[in-house]
C-alpha cells in the first residue's frame, strides 16, 4: 500500500512567486492534514480536510495560503504571494478515521525555501 | 493551552548504552500521547502512543515511553541504543478542546556515537 505522498520534496522560490504544493494521502483515507514546521520550531497544524471540506482550518497563518481538496482525493496547498518567513517543512498526513486515539501517517513533507 | 515540552534540543549516547528522550504536556483531561520519529530524508513515522491503561508503552524499533501523569511526562526510552537510531524525535499530543489536530513538541535531535 503507498503511504502519503508529497510533492516536490524540494522547493526554492524568490519572495513574491507563488508555489503550490501538492499531498496525496493514502487510499480511502477521508481525512488530509497539512502542518509545516518552521526554522527548526515545532511543527504546527495548518487545517484537516474530511473528504473535500474543510473541517478546521484555525491554523491557516493568513490569507496568502489556500488549501483545497477539490473530489476528495489530494490536496494542494498554494501559497501566494510567498514571503520569506514562509520557509520551512511543510507535512502533510491522512487517515482513516479521524479518532482521538489513532494516529495519522505522515508523508515525507516538503521543503520549502523563500529567497 | 495545550502544549507539548521537549527540553534538549540534542541528545547524545554511545551505541549499547541507554537512551531516554524527554517531553512533558499540559492537556485538560485525559491525554493521548504520541511519539514519531524523523530519519533524514524520510517523513514523520508513528513509533508508538498512549491512550490509557498501562503506564509502560512499547512501539516500534525497541522503543518504549513511560508515561507519569503526577509529572505530566511521556519520555521516551530505549534500553540499548543502535547508531541507526540517530534521527529526529517528536513528542505529540492529541488536542481535545475540539477537532482532530495533533500538537507537536519542537522536536530533539538524537546522535548515537559508535
Known amino acids: 500500500e503507498a503511504g502519503v505522498t508529497q510533492f516536490p520534496s524540494h522547493s526554492v522560490i524568490e519572495k513574491g512567486q507563488t508555489v503550490t504544493l501538492r499531498c496525496d494521502p493514502i487510499s480511502g483515507h477521508d481525512n488530509l492534514y497539512w502542518y509545516r514546521r518552521v526554522m527548526g520550531k515545532e511543527i504546527k497544524f495548518l487545517l484537516h480536510f474530511v473528504k473535500e471540506s474543510k473541517q478546521d482550518e484555525s491554523g491557516m497563518p493568513n490569507n496568502r495560503f489556500l488549501a483545497e481538496r477539490t473530489g476528495g482525493t489530494y490536496s494542494t496547498l498554494k501559497v501566494q504571494p510567498a514571503e520569506l518567513e514562509d520557509s520551512g517543512v511543510y507535512f502533510c498526513?491522512?487517515?482513516?478515521?479521524?479518532?482521538?486515539?489513532?494516529?495519522?501517517?505522515f508523508g515525507q513533507g516538503t521543503r520549502l525555501t523563500v529567497v | 493551552a495545550q502544549s507539548v515540552a521537549q527540553p534538549e534540543d540534542q541528545v547524545n549516547v554511545a551505541e549499547g548504552n541507554p537512551l531516554t528522550v524527554k517531553c512533558t504536556y499540559s492537556?485538560?483531561?485525559?491525554?493521548?500521547l504520541f511519539w514519531y520519529v524523523q530519519y533524514p530524508n524520510r517523513g514523520l513515522q508513528f513509533l508508538l502512543k498512549?491512550?490509557?491503561?498501562?503506564?509502560l508503552v512499547k512501539g516500534s524499533y525497541g522503543f518504549e515511553a513511560e508515561f507519569n501523569k503526577s509529572q505530566t511526562s511521556f519520555h521516551l526510552k530505549k534500553p540499548s541504543a543502535l547508531v541507526s537510531d540517530s534521527a529526529l524525535y517528536f513528542c505529540?499530543?492529541?488536542?481535545?478542546?475540539?477537532?482532530?489536530?495533533?500538537?507537536f513538541g519542537a522536536g530533539t535531535r538524537l546522535f548515537v556515537k559508535a
Open positions: 498512549y491512550i490509557t491503561g498501562d503506564n
Open positions: 492537556v485538560s483531561g485525559n491525554p493521548y
Open positions: 505529540a499530543v492529541r488536542d481535545n478542546t475540539g477537532g482532530f489536530k495533533t500538537i
Open positions: 498526513a491522512s487517515s482513516q478515521v479521524p479518532r482521538m486515539n489513532t494516529e495519522a501517517f
